[in-house]
C-alpha cells in the first residue's frame, strides 16, 4: 500500500523493529519508515488489544506509539530514525518504573 516513490539506497541507515533490522531513509520517521517497509500495527490496545496503526502522522491521535531504546509512549511520527536504534511495537499498557 505504501512504497517510495524515490530510491531509498543512497541515504539509507538501518535500525532494529522488534529485533529485526530495518532499512530507512536518513529523515525519515520512524512511522513512515514502517510503513514503507509493509510494517502496519505499531501497538495494541491496553483494553481489547485491538491492533492500532499510524493515523494522522502528525503527533494528534497517539495511535503510533512505540518503545523507543527502553523508553515506552514514543509517538512514531514525530521521531526521527537513527542508525542502531532499537524499536519495539508496543504491546498493552506501558509498564511505568518506579
Known amino acids: ?3 517510495r516513490l524515490l530510491d531509498a539506497s543512497e541515504n539509507a ?3 532494529e523493529y522488534d529485533g ?3 532499512s530507512a531513509c536518513q529523515g525519515d520517521t520512524l512511522a513512515a519508515a514502517l510503513l514503507a ?3 502496519v500495527a505499531l501497538r495494541t490496545t491496553p483494553v481489547f488489544g485491538a491492533p492500532r496503526a499510524p493515523y494522522c502522522m502528525m503527533g494528534v491521535c ?3 506509539l512505540v518503545t523507543v531504546d527502553g523508553i515506552g509512549n514514543r ?3 514525530l521521531v526521527e530514525v537513527r542508525s542502531g536504534m532499537k524499536v519495539q511495537s508496543q504491546q498493552g499498557k506501558r509498564d511505568v518504573q518506579l
Open 13 to 15: 541507515i538501518t535500525f
Open 20 to 22: 529485526k533490522p530495518i
Open 75 to 77: 509517538q512514531s511520527c
Open 1 to 3: 500500500m505504501f512504497r
Open 37 to 39: 517497509v509493509g510494517v
Open 62 to 64: 497517539f495511535d503510533c
